[in-house]
């Protein structure tokens, strides 16, 4: 069975999600989350799911005990869901090809530093975008730049708020990134 290890720093829909999809199936499952926010709703949400969750400091991110906790769980894929920090080179050297990354705008526009949720969103409208979408892509050294896997976009209407644009987003996200994790795992899809 495939193993996939998340990070997340919020909520945790997107993780809630991949767990849900992968549940049904008996190829690949969640083994661990991993956070940096001891108060991120991840945390409550994948409890029902009996998954392990590590909740770390950013300076432990960096350490190479940390290095080792990851390894334990022998993580066919890295799934960024929603973390916030840049990612440590020493992990992805680790998985080469192996980490991956959700963003909700078409990259290249929109990527970088603090370009994360309502501050992609609010950007795309003010710069009366006529499309958005997510971009799913590996993880380098730098924030927003490893290679584009997949991306979807949908119109971007002249009376759209901030929120309509971050709506749309979410249905991407939750119809999309199971897929593609599924399709970079060479699961059968359902």
């Given at each position: 069975?495939?193993k ?31 956070t ?24 432990q991110?960096f ?14 894929l ?101 897929e ?11």
């Amino acid at each position: 069975m495939r193993k996939i290890v998340i990070f997340a720093s919020g909520s945790g829909s997107n993780a809630e999600n991949i767990i849900k999809y992968f549940n049904i199936n008996d190829e690949a499952t969640v083994v661990g989350v991993f956070t940096n926010n001891p108060n991120a709703g991840v945390i409550e949400r994948v409890k029902k799911y009996n998954i392990q969750v590590e909740v770390f400091s950013k300076s432990q991110l960096f350490e190479s005990e940390f290095l080792q906790k990851i390894a334990l769980l022998q993580p066919d894929l890295i799934v960024l869901a929603g973390f916030l920090l840049k990612f440590p080179e020493n992990i992805i050297a680790d998985y080469p090809n192996r980490v991956v990354n959700i963003h909700p705008a078409l990259l290249p526009k929109y990527g970088g530093k603090g370009m994360y949720g309502m501050n992609v969103h609010r950007a795309v409208v003010e710069n009366k975008e006529k499309e958005s979408g997510i971009t799913i892509h590996y993880v380098n050294e730098n924030y927003d730049e490893g290679g584009v896997i997949f991306q979807k976009s949908f119109q971007v209407a002249g009376d759209d708020s901030a929120e309509d644009v971050a709506t749309k987003i979410h249905e991407l996200e939750f119809k999309y990134f199971p897929e593609v994790i599924a399709g970079l795992l060479e699961l059968k899809t359902k």
